[in-house]
């Protein structure tokens, strides 16, 4: 087989200074090399500083670094998306708002460890919270007893301290001897880990298979279960939002739906010229 692309992702969360949070989002692919920051407020999710770098692009006028001060005291959380759109407005045609949506993405998984700045007297407290207000961004809280400490018994006893969560994610695409298409997609972070294997004929998916090998329960592997709908679909037409639907919107897991759309993308990257290939992340 012949390699035409790869891209990853690897963004970490860590505590700093004692009182704020650093997390980066890298993302290295073949035409691409690109860095989203963001400081926020260990107890408030606060945003302190916003700041972005590319190093490497099709087009060298994008090359370059700057700060988002508009994003000073937005709060890294579930609604920060549409301020995010807003202070990024195209940059890099789209490639900073994917890094710093990382970022937060990853702020909200390491809040795991930090549930007494965050204001929750107990643990306990701190996973009745996520069942109650944001049980539908995540097909394990909507699906798990609602009246048990799941997730801590998964976490375990060890607490992480200075280096609160790390994720990577991969994307190949390859060409086979007989003309079609594989591409895979790996997802590794400090709680999930999985994979996807997507066959294409042409730009029409012929098979979409996935596995688990890390996850917090048996409803997060039985959303592999749904992915029969992607056969026959041309990947030109799957964005995120249909994607999640395939999967099962809200009784779907989020970081499945993440990996095979990250996947999807670079197999359309794969075939496009190099002033398209701006579009990947996000």
Partial sequence: MEV??????????????????????VFLST????????????????????????HRAPDPELQGRGVLPELKG???YFNAGRFLSRATDRIGGGLVKGLLTECVRGIIQAETYITK?????????????????????????????????????????HRREINLFNRYKSMTVYRRTDGSFLATGSFSDSFHELNVQLSFDGDRITSCKAAFLRAPGPVC?????FLGPFTGRSIAELNKKEVAKIIGGPDGCIHLVDIIHDTLTAARVSSLDAGQLLQLPG
Avoid at 41 to 52: H, P, Q, R, T, V
Avoid at 118 to 146: A, I, L
Avoid at 221 to 225: Q, R, V
């Fill in 117 to 157: 700045y965050r204001g929750f007297p107990t643990e306990d407290e701190y996973e009745r919270c996520w069942k109650q207000e944001h049980v539908d961004s995540c097909r394990y809280y909507k699906r798990e007893n609602m009246g048990e400490n799941h997730w801590f018994a998964y976490v375990g006893e």
């Fill in 221 to 225: 592997i039985e959303s592999s279960e």
């Fill in 4 to 25: 035409l692309y790869q891209g990853s992702y690897f963004y970490s969360v860590k505590k700093v200074k004692d009182s704020e949070l650093l997390a980066e989002t």
């Fill in 31 to 54: 035409e691409l090399e690109a860095v989203g920051t963001l400081l926020v407020d260990l107890k408030s999710f606060c945003i302190k500083e916003a700041g972005w770098e590319i």
């Fill in 74 to 76: 937005v709060e890294a």
